[in-house]
């Protein structure tokens, strides 16, 4: 196979959780642009149509916006017969759908702890179980998980005053490989990749003046001193997507500018 025909998604359906922004939105941009047709998924159908719109446009990719919590099975059973009812299969599955919550590590809610949990790692879980199933029966199959640099680490109160998230990382990061053992089997792929510090809405608070501290921080344990964009992101997407890493499986890519090796 021809070099740039690795990285080709032409006729391939991906499922990207937590698409309509952000990194999410970073991925879906990515493989329309390599000829996927992309699943965006997310709980807010303004966002994503928006960005569905915008890919429709710039890359003629067949784009469907889904509304769904991604904590909630009933949502997710409910997405998934929508994509059925579309396309007659899905070829790459990212669970991108995260969230963060901050409060003061002593004082930290219980109730904010599991809702963390159940976002960032019972619903990859569920989600992933049942498309795991699915391309069972198609015989391959290829799934992404977004993690964190955060998953490898702690971190200090200034910068990341959310103490359950590390833990929901690192637990994606140990779910990743123990899938890509159990899965390969049945020819499906489970890789990660583990962002550090991107510019996206969950970021936008650093550009403001009163948090310029922070930005200096974050810049500050980032070798590359910048923090990651669009490009960033849907290089290293495409390439785990794509037969370019297939023999691939059970790895987790840090993305963070060096960070970790900090």
């Given at each position: ?16 959780t ?155 990061n ?27 809405d ?31 992101m ?18 987790v ?6 960070q970790?090796?900090?």
């Amino acid at each position: 196979m021809k070099l740039q025909d690795l990285f080709r998604l032409n006729g391939k359906i991906a499922l990207v959780t937590g698409g309509g922004r952000g990194i999410g939105k970073f991925i879906a941009t990515g493989f329309a642009e390599a000829g996927a047709d992309v699943v965006i998924t997310s709980r807010k159908m303004e966002n994503l149509q928006a960005a569905a719109d915008e890919l429709k446009r710039k890359y003629g990719a067949e784009i469907l916006p889904i509304a769904c919590d991604i904590s909630k099975e009933s949502d997710i059973d409910l997405m998934l017969n929508a994509v059925k009812n579309k396309f007659p299969r899905i070829d790459i599955l990212v669970n991108n759908a995260g969230a963060t919550w901050g409060a003061p590590t002593l004082e930290f809610p219980l109730e904010k702890w599991d809702y963390l949990f159940d976002v960032n790692v019972r619903g990859i879980w569920i989600l992933t179980q049942k498309v795991a199933n699915l391309m069972k029966q198609q015989g391959k199959g290829n799934i992404i998980n977004i993690s964190s640099v955060m998953g490898f680490r702690g971190s200090d109160e200034l910068g990341h005053p959310a103490v359950p998230y590390n833990s929901t990382k690192a637990a994606v990061n140990v779910l990743t490989m123990n899938l890509a053992v159990k899965l390969a089997p049945y020819n499906i792929r489970v890789n990660a990749i583990a962002p550090g510090f991107f510019g996206t809405d969950m970021m936008a608070y650093v550009n403001k003046e009163e948090f310029k501290k922070v930005r200096e921080a974050i810049l500050n344990v980032v070798p590359l001193n910048r923090i990651g964009g669009e490009d960033d992101m849907k290089g290293v997407a495409v390439f785990l997507a794509s037969d370019a890493s297939a023999y691939m499986t059970g790895h987790v890519l840090v993305n963070d500018g060096g960070q970790l090796a900090r």
